[in-house]
């Protein structure tokens, strides 16, 4: 009995989520009338404007990994070494963007760096485009630094960079050599989530009007019958790609644990 | 003759350099997530000339900006409550309901994608199977003959919102929630049963009253988020529903309010609903783990 009711209510909860994933992809095959065929595709792989937006959206995310390896390792590996006293504010700071809605941050970046002001970010391309990467960098700090964090407690950050200072290296070459291959597992985790989250954003990209993928679909949206949902499933296709990565990495890592 | 030694060398201070190491990541923070969300608290309360007011505060108490609010909190209260029973319901079936274990895996990973499939492709999903052609409604409307439209369902209304939302709401419930009945241990339930007690009387008595604080709290993040979800309303509904998201959008894209500074009051009171529901989330999260862990 018990049993039975576990499975009527996963059942009942998965036809729930799976009954829009089919709709959707149903919808991306059925352009041509009365056949399925992935004419969609076809059509959103030729536009250029997709072609654009899309690999503007994947170098954000790849900028927005590297700036944000480039910051949180260092910091939550410093952190934890010298200021451990800090932690907890640190911590608590990194939760913030899960706090504050993005469209108020941005709303605040586009009173706070617009022409007029004392930094004119959004009065050029690339100062734009840097505003975005910070903005994309700031929304996936939570996922960022938590997963670093974690990846540092599981080694001796202490002996290790003692250990590594006494003979005889440098700062960059403890974090470049020791730290960075020993939470390298907690780092891609990092990026998979910010890979992710990049690709599918809208609304930092739409009010800085960068053309990036998540406002071109939306636009598609607002404009065409069946290429928003081919791009759509491709958008779920990247999400599911990120996630199962994040597993394949964490389960190749623990089986590495398990025969030392 | 006595001979004073000579004092020790005093030791030479170092001077703390340590937090020269966090001066990137502080200046950061400061830059791109305080300064701003800074700029809009303290505009909501100044006129145009920069001098203090409460004007901007008191004009959003007008019916159109009030309905938006009510309305945004509605759909967050009605898609964050049923998306944590309905998440909770499925982690318990999957925790507690004596399923295979290879269950776990593959529901958990899934969740997570799900919890992170928000945004423009979920109001897609959505309407290529609830809107008005979509996979669902034409299947009702051919095979029984129920007319959602007719019946009064719309995919770009309360009701269409919030079925949305739930999509990344009970994904989010099963993830934070698993753990803790995980945590439930099973002498409880034999202590219970020692004592007579039925199933019913386990479950409102000793677990629920346990996994409360934390059910509670999970509810108060999904209420957050549902708060400041923009792009998945956005893509659904256009600008055909208001609520609070949307009209701050088009004000930030154009000023629809006619005066910046009521821009920012509004921004500041979504800041304030999210800020309070994370707290109450906190508070309650401390208080279950008096008793989980």
């Given at each position: 009995m018990k049993r039975a009711a576990a499975w009527s209510i996963l059942l009942v909860g998965m036809i729930y989520f799976i009954l829009p994933l089919v709709g959707m992809v149903e919808f991306s095959l059925s352009?041509?009338?009365g056949i399925y065929s992935f004419e969609a595709y076809r059509v959103v792989f030729a536009d250029p404007q997709f072609r654009q937006t899309f690999s503007y959206s994947v170098m954000m995310a790849v900028l927005t990994i590297l700036f944000g390896v480039l910051l949180v390792v260092p910091t939550a590996f410093w952190v934890r070494l010298k200021l451990p006293g800090l932690r907890p504010y640190v911590e608590f700071v990194t939760l913030l963007p899960l706090v504050i809605p993005a469209i108020v941050v941005v709303f605040g970046y586009i009173r706070l760096y617009n022409t007029s002001s004392w930094l004119p970010m959004t009065g050029s391309v690339t100062g734009t485009n840097l505003l975005l990467l910070f903005g994309y960098s700031m929304l996936s700090l939570p996922y960022m630094y938590r997963a670093i964090d974690t990846g540092l407690r599981t080694i001796d950050v202490a002996t290790l960079t003692e250990a590594a200072q006494s003979l005889g290296a440098g700062w960059f070459t403890i974090l470049a050599k020791i730290i960075m291959p020993n939470v390298l597992v907690a780092v891609l985790s990092g990026a998979f989530v910010t890979f992710a989250i990049v690709m599918g954003e809208f609304t930092l990209a739409a009010l800085l009007d960068r053309p990036a993928f998540g406002p071109y679909l939306q636009l598609m949206g607002a404009n065409k019958a069946y290429e928003p949902f081919a791009l759509s499933t491709i958008a779920f296709i990247i999400t599911w790609a990120c996630m199962g990565l994040i597993q394949l990495v964490t389960r190749l890592t623990k089986h590495d644990k398990a025969a030392r | 003759m006595t001979e004073h030694p000579p004092p020790p060398p005093r030791p030479r201070r170092r001077l703390n350099l340590a937090w020269i190491g966090i001066l990137p990541f502080a200046a950061f923070v400061a830059l791109f997530l305080i300064a701003p969300t800074m700029k809009i608290v303290i505009g909501a309360f100044q006129r145009a000339d920069g001098s203090f007011t409460l004007e901007n505060i008191f004009g959003l108490f007008t019916p159109t900006i009030l309905s938006s609010y009510w309305v945004s909190i509605k759909i967050s209260l009605a898609s964050s409550a049923l998306g944590s029973l309905i998440g909770f319901l499925m982690a318990a079936a999957m925790v507690l309901g004596g399923l295979p274990r290879f269950i776990r895996s593959p529901l958990l990973t899934f969740s997570g994608v799900a919890s992170n499939f928000a945004g423009v492709p979920l109001a897609f999903a959505f309407l290529a199977t609830l809107?008005?052609?979509g996979l669902v409604t034409m299947w009702l409307r051919t095979e029984f003959g129920i007319n959602l439209r007719a019946m009064g369902f719309n995919i770009l209304s309360f009701w269409g919102l919030t079925i949305t939302y739930i999509f990344f709401q009970i994904p989010l419930m099963i993830l934070i929630i698993t753990p803790a009945l995980d945590g439930l241990k099973r002498e409880w339930r034999e202590a219970a049963q020692c004592l007579g007690a039925s199933a019913t009387q386990y479950w409102t008595q000793v677990a629920l009253p346990i996994l409360a604080p934390n059910i509670l709290g999970t509810f108060a993040l999904l209420f957050a988020n549902a708060f400041g979800a923009v792009a998945t309303a956005i893509a659904l509904t256009g600008s055909s529903l208001n609520i609070v998201p949307i009209m701050l959008f088009a004000q930030i894209r154009g000023d629809v309010l006619g005066n910046p500074h009521l821009g920012y009051a509004m921004a500041f009171g979504m800041i304030l609903v999210t800020a309070l529901a994370n707290v109450l989330y906190i508070v309650l999260r401390m208080r279950s783990e008096r008793w989980l862990k």
């Amino acid at each position: 009995m018990k049993r039975a009711a576990a499975w009527s209510i996963l059942l009942v909860g998965m036809i729930y989520f799976i009954l829009p994933l089919v709709g959707m992809v149903e919808f991306s095959l059925s352009m041509k009338r009365g056949i399925y065929s992935f004419e969609a595709y076809r059509v959103v792989f030729a536009d250029p404007q997709f072609r654009q937006t899309f690999s503007y959206s994947v170098m954000m995310a790849v900028l927005t990994i590297l700036f944000g390896v480039l910051l949180v390792v260092p910091t939550a590996f410093w952190v934890r070494l010298k200021l451990p006293g800090l932690r907890p504010y640190v911590e608590f700071v990194t939760l913030l963007p899960l706090v504050i809605p993005a469209i108020v941050v941005v709303f605040g970046y586009i009173r706070l760096y617009n022409t007029s002001s004392w930094l004119p970010m959004t009065g050029s391309v690339t100062g734009t485009n840097l505003l975005l990467l910070f903005g994309y960098s700031m929304l996936s700090l939570p996922y960022m630094y938590r997963a670093i964090d974690t990846g540092l407690r599981t080694i001796d950050v202490a002996t290790l960079t003692e250990a590594a200072q006494s003979l005889g290296a440098g700062w960059f070459t403890i974090l470049a050599k020791i730290i960075m291959p020993n939470v390298l597992v907690a780092v891609l985790s990092g990026a998979f989530v910010t890979f992710a989250i990049v690709m599918g954003e809208f609304t930092l990209a739409a009010l800085l009007d960068r053309p990036a993928f998540g406002p071109y679909l939306q636009l598609m949206g607002a404009n065409k019958a069946y290429e928003p949902f081919a791009l759509s499933t491709i958008a779920f296709i990247i999400t599911w790609a990120c996630m199962g990565l994040i597993q394949l990495v964490t389960r190749l890592t623990k089986h590495d644990k398990a025969a030392r | 003759m006595t001979e004073h030694p000579p004092p020790p060398p005093r030791p030479r201070r170092r001077l703390n350099l340590a937090w020269i190491g966090i001066l990137p990541f502080a200046a950061f923070v400061a830059l791109f997530l305080i300064a701003p969300t800074m700029k809009i608290v303290i505009g909501a309360f100044q006129r145009a000339d920069g001098s203090f007011t409460l004007e901007n505060i008191f004009g959003l108490f007008t019916p159109t900006i009030l309905s938006s609010y009510w309305v945004s909190i509605k759909i967050s209260l009605a898609s964050s409550a049923l998306g944590s029973l309905i998440g909770f319901l499925m982690a318990a079936a999957m925790v507690l309901g004596g399923l295979p274990r290879f269950i776990r895996s593959p529901l958990l990973t899934f969740s997570g994608v799900a919890s992170n499939f928000a945004g423009v492709p979920l109001a897609f999903a959505f309407l290529a199977t609830l809107g008005p052609l979509g996979l669902v409604t034409m299947w009702l409307r051919t095979e029984f003959g129920i007319n959602l439209r007719a019946m009064g369902f719309n995919i770009l209304s309360f009701w269409g919102l919030t079925i949305t939302y739930i999509f990344f709401q009970i994904p989010l419930m099963i993830l934070i929630i698993t753990p803790a009945l995980d945590g439930l241990k099973r002498e409880w339930r034999e202590a219970a049963q020692c004592l007579g007690a039925s199933a019913t009387q386990y479950w409102t008595q000793v677990a629920l009253p346990i996994l409360a604080p934390n059910i509670l709290g999970t509810f108060a993040l999904l209420f957050a988020n549902a708060f400041g979800a923009v792009a998945t309303a956005i893509a659904l509904t256009g600008s055909s529903l208001n609520i609070v998201p949307i009209m701050l959008f088009a004000q930030i894209r154009g000023d629809v309010l006619g005066n910046p500074h009521l821009g920012y009051a509004m921004a500041f009171g979504m800041i304030l609903v999210t800020a309070l529901a994370n707290v109450l989330y906190i508070v309650l999260r401390m208080r279950s783990e008096r008793w989980l862990k």
